[in-house]
């Protein structure tokens, strides 16, 4: 992820050494008075200066009387930025439109703003912003291009004071396009897979301007690769966003999107993009009405799971549409997205887990629906009815699954009682016992159960209970959280700071 990022800073963001290293001149600048600028170069100027000094037009500079000095009272309107470009690039700081100083501003540069210092935000000093869509051909039409963009940035409008506006014609602050391989940017291409997009950071120019690879099957459905999720991305790079470490965030590094949830910002996402633009007026009411989803926390004293499951050598701990993974050779817990393993096939929010090594499947519940996987492909005929493991009509979801792979069976927790599954001959033992009996010790409902180092793990709230099954006891109560090792990694760490 790192890598990525790095990548991304170097080809999106050429060096503004570059610029400083420009060699200065310190004579012959013209002494007396000269011709002022014509009215193209001062919008040129004026434009540059909006972009890279943070200058906003005020509404009573374009009053001008008739007998005021155009070019003058141009200048003076200008004065401070000017002034400070000038000094940046070692002009005399007159503070004038001189020919000089339009000479620097109109050489090749790159599209960094020069008023924040490196490593500083970089963002977009007006709140309006246009776009063009430029050079597609796709076998998606015209139309549903547009709808798919201006969808993705109502997601930032959304949160922020931000506007976007279409531009058929005319210049627009962000130009987006499709390109195949090489494109003269010093960023090709790729061919399918791999890089989809890239986009460059705010600025003039090529600042802000958003790349597609149309060498990629774009859809605006399940197939391919999703236009929308990967346009919220590019265009929140578009806007001066990083990426993020967060797997729920639609900053983050990878493609992540799963089409069985709706494409919305992260809690992570609004926050980052709100340190850079502020809140819009209506945010309040929006996020009351629909929250942005949070990340679940390792370090959350109040997490709880909703299932746990042994995976080959893995204890898996799933919560929301996210997992824990847990592998005995890494001490450090990742956390991702459900649907990074199992694409599209198991849905969020599941009941319970377990994996039937003799099988080889796993097996997921929600509600009254189970999906068996074997490896990470659905199996023919899936979610099918729980009530194919012999449960009565009256039971409509399971708490938990224990499976227990040496003697073939798995008990199924429901409320207050459990029962007893027998994995051969695919029926249930007798009828449901009380949890108490069989578990004493055991609170109910319990949210998630399984089998790992010769004990039985409950969990429950943010309690987990270790179960020894032979003296039938509990032995010890910790924290759920405890398994995943609560200790932060420098990008969360630096995530969370902001
Ligand atoms: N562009 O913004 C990217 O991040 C490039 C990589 C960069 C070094 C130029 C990119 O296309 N990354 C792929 C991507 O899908 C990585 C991949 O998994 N193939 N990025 C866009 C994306 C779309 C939707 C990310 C998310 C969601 N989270
Ligand atoms: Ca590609
Ligand atoms: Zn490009
Ligand atoms: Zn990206």
Same mark, same amino acid.
């Given at each position: 992820?790192?890598?990525?990022?790095?990548?991304?800073?170097?080809?999106?963001?050429?060096?503004?050494?570059?610029?400083?290293?420009?060699?200065?001149?310190? *004579?012959?600048?013209?002494?007396?008075?000269?011709?002022?600028?014509?009215?193209?170069?001062?919008?040129?100027?004026?434009?540059?200066?909006?972009?890279?000094?943070?200058?906003?037009?005020? *509404?009573?500079?374009?009053?001008?009387?008739?007998?005021?000095?155009?070019?003058?009272?141009?200048?003076?309107?200008?004065?401070?930025?000017?002034?400070?470009?000038?000094?940046?690039?070692?002009?005399?700081?007159?503070?004038?439109?001189?020919?000089?100083?339009?000479?620097?501003?109109?050489?090749?540069?790159? %599209?960094?703003?020069?008023?924040?210092?490196?490593?500083?935000?970089?963002?977009?000093?007006?709140?309006?912003?246009?776009?063009?869509?430029?050079?597609?051909?796709?076998?998606?039409?015209?139309?549903?291009?547009?709808k798919i963009f201006r969808a993705a940035w109502k997601l930032w409008s959304n949160v922020t004071p931000m506007?976007?506006?279409?531009?058929?014609?005319?210049?627009?602050?962000?130009?987006?396009?499709?390109?195949?391989?090489?494109?003269?940017?010093?960023?090709?291409?790729?061919?399918?897979g791999g890089i989809l997009a890239h986009a460059f950071m705010p600025g003039f120019g090529i600042g802000g301007?958003?790349?597609?690879?149309?060498?990629?099957?774009?859809?605006?459905?399940?197939?391919?690769?999703?236009?929308?999720?990967?346009?919220?991305?590019?265009?929140?790079?578009?806007?001066?966003?990083?990426?993020?470490?967060?797997?729920?965030?639609?900053?983050?590094?990878?493609?992540?999107?799963?089409?069985?949830?709706?494409?919305?910002?992260?809690?992570?996402?609004?926050?980052?993009?709100?340190?850079?633009?502020?809140?819009?007026?209506?945010?309040?009411?929006?996020?009351?009405?629909?929250?942005?989803?949070?990340?679940?926390?390792?370090?959350?004293?109040?997490?709880?799971?909703?299932?746990?499951?042994?995976?080959?050598?893995?204890?898996?701990?799933?919560?929301?549409?996210?997992?824990?993974?847990?592998?005995?050779?890494?001490?450090?817990?990742?956390?991702?997205?459900?649907? *990074?393993?199992?694409?599209?096939?198991?849905?969020?929010?599941?009941?319970?887990?377990?994996?039937?090594?003799?099988?080889?499947?796993?097996?997921?519940?929600? %509600?009254?629906?189970?999906?068996?996987?074997?490896?990470?492909?659905?199996?023919?005929?899936?979610?099918?009815?729980?009530?194919?493991?012999?449960?009565?009509?009256?039971?409509?979801?399971?708490?938990?699954?224990?499976?227990?792979?040496?003697?073939?069976?798995?008990?199924?927790?429901?409320?207050?009682?459990?029962?007893?599954?027998?994995?051969?001959?695919?029926?249930?033992?007798?009828?449901?016992?009380?949890?108490?009996?069989?578990?004493?010790?055991?609170?109910?409902?319990?949210?998630?159960?399984?089998?790992?180092?010769?004990?039985?793990?409950?969990?429950?709230?943010?309690?987990?209970?270790?179960?020894?099954?032979?003296?039938?006891?509990?032995?010890?109560?910790?924290?759920?959280?405890?398994?995943?090792?609560?200790?932060?990694?420098?990008?969360?760490?630096?995530?969370?700071?902001?």
């Amino acid at each position: 992820m790192k890598m990525l990022w790095l990548s991304l800073l170097t080809l999106m963001t050429p060096s503004r050494t570059l610029v400083t290293a420009l060699p200065l001149r310190s *004579s012959g600048w013209p002494a007396g008075h000269q011709a002022g600028p014509s009215e193209a170069d001062q919008e040129f100027a004026e434009e540059y200066l909006q972009h890279f000094y943070g200058y906003k037009p005020r *509404s009573d500079r374009q009053k001008r009387t008739a007998d005021t000095d155009v070019n003058a009272d141009w200048t003076t309107g200008h004065c401070d930025e000017i002034q400070r470009m000038q000094r940046f690039f070692g002009l005399p700081p007159t503070g004038e439109l001189t020919n000089e100083t339009l000479a620097v501003m109109k050489r090749p540069r790159c %599209g960094l703003s020069d008023v924040e210092p490196f490593g500083e935000t970089i963002r977009w000093k007006k709140s309006s912003l246009s776009y063009r869509i430029a050079g597609y051909n796709l076998p998606i039409p015209t139309s549903k291009i547009h709808k798919i963009f201006r969808a993705a940035w109502k997601l930032w409008s959304n949160v922020t004071p931000m506007k976007f506006h279409k531009r058929s014609r005319k210049e627009a602050d962000i130009v987006i396009s499709f390109h195949i391989g090489d494109h003269e940017d010093g960023s090709p291409f790729d061919g399918t897979g791999g890089i989809l997009a890239h986009a460059f950071m705010p600025g003039f120019g090529i600042g802000g301007d958003v790349h597609f690879d149309a060498d990629e099957d774009w859809s605006f459905n399940s197939t391919g690769f999703n236009l929308l999720a990967v346009a919220v991305h590019e265009f929140g790079h578009a806007l001066g966003l990083s990426h993020s470490s967060d797997p729920g965030a639609v900053m983050y590094p990878a493609y992540n999107f799963a089409p069985k949830y709706e494409l919305q910002l992260s809690f992570r996402d609004v926050k980052d993009i709100q340190r850079l633009y502020g809140i819009s007026s209506n945010f309040a009411s929006l996020s009351s009405k629909k929250p942005p989803p949070r990340t679940p926390d390792k370090c959350d004293p109040d997490l709880s799971f909703d299932a746990v499951t042994e995976l080959q050598q893995e204890v898996l701990f799933f919560k929301d549409r996210f997992m824990w993974r847990k592998h005995p050779q890494f001490d450090e817990t990742r956390l991702t997205l459900i649907s *990074s393993l199992w694409p599209d096939s198991v849905p969020p929010n599941l009941d319970a887990v377990y994996q039937n090594v003799e099988r080889n499947v796993n097996l997921f519940f929600k %509600g009254h629906q189970y999906w068996v996987l074997r490896q990470l492909k659905l199996e023919e005929g899936f979610p099918r009815n729980i009530s194919d493991f012999g449960f009565p009509a009256r039971i409509k979801s399971v708490d938990a699954a224990l499976h227990f792979r040496y003697d073939r069976y798995t008990v199924f927790f429901t409320g207050n009682q459990c029962w007893r599954y027998n994995e051969l001959q695919m029926t249930i033992e007798g009828s449901a016992t009380p949890i108490e009996q069989q578990w004493p010790g055991i609170p109910t409902p319990i949210d998630a159960a399984v089998f790992y180092e010769g004990l039985v793990h409950f969990f429950k709230g943010n309690i987990r209970y270790k179960f020894d099954p032979s003296s039938k006891r509990v032995v010890s109560t910790t924290p759920t959280n405890d398994l995943l090792e609560c200790k932060k990694n420098d990008d969360e760490i630096l995530t969370e700071r902001r």
